[in-house]
């Protein structure tokens, strides 16, 4: 198995409040590294009986106070920098749901060459695919579709599951992984931009769809809708960003 680590960002929450974490005691996680990330507003009261049940679980625990100081993106560049022995970086808030064929699940899809993959991203309510989003649409996809790199995608912070492979593109063009607006539940075209820029120096990347992610999507009918806007002005943003970078 890939070494592996998992970091769980909570925010506002207890330990034993997250779904993830509770989804994670199950045995399918023994070989993977597991990094516990507090993002506030308040420090943690270390719950001994729950990280000690959780360990059972689990090949080891770390717990890390990251209060008003550095942004998301950086916490989580942070994290790779810090983490050269792994070969598979997953990041995930405090409120997903996973299923108990999560890890078998990206091992059993993964081919070489693959940089990253995405899970489908389903409202917990009304049960509707709403990421990733490609070239517009939503796709609605069965476990293992790899992504043509020249389609333009989009999705949720949540998820990710990165392989070295991408943290060594990323390095060959001086940049980190993350830039610092990066967001786990919000749509993250800040990450997905930076896709862009490798596209740009000509270096492809493979991305894979694997697992469905039941998740709360707040006002789930307007979502997509009100994020495309956002995205049309931070990509609009980015094009002129780009443009100054590169000439």
């Known amino acids: 198995m890939r070494k592996t680590i998992f970091v769980v960002i909570l925010s506002g929450k207890n330990y034993k409040d997250s779904r993830v974490l509770n989804c994670m005691m199950n045995r399918t996680y023994a070989d993977t590294d597991l990094l516990i990330i507090n993002r506030g507003p308040n420090p943690l009261q270390f719950d001994k009986d729950f990280i000690h049940t959780l360990g059972f679980f689990v090949n080891s625990i770390d717990i890390k106070e990251s209060i008003g100081d550095l942004p998301l993106g950086e916490v989580c560049n942070d994290v790779i920098r810090g983490s050269e022995r792994y070969e598979r970086f997953i990041f ?65 912070g949540l998820g990710l599951v990165i392989y070295r492979s991408l943290v060594e593109k990323f390095s060959a063009i001086s940049t980190s992984v993350f830039d610092s607006h990066f967001t786990l539940n919000g749509c993250d075209t800040g990450f997905f931009s930076r896709l862009e820029l490798l596209k740009m120096e000509k270096i492809d990347v493979a991305i894979q769809v694997v697992n469905t992610l039941n998740y709360s999507l707040a006002q789930s009918h307007d979502l997509t809708s009100k994020w495309r806007l956002l995205d049309k002005i931070r990509d609009g943003f980015l094009s002129v960003k780009v443009s100054r970078f590169r000439y």
Request: glycine share 6%; net charge negative.
């Open 92 to 156: 995930f808030d405090d409120d997903s749901i996973l299923n108990k064929e999560y890890i078998k699940r990206l091992d059993r899809y993964h081919e070489n060459g693959v940089d990253l993959q995405i899970p489908s991203i389903r409202g917990r309510l009304d049960g509707k695919v709403y990421y990733p989003i490609i070239n517009d649409s939503v796709c609605k996809t069965s476990d293992g579709l790899k992504i043509n790199t020249e389609v333009n995608v989009k999705s949720l």
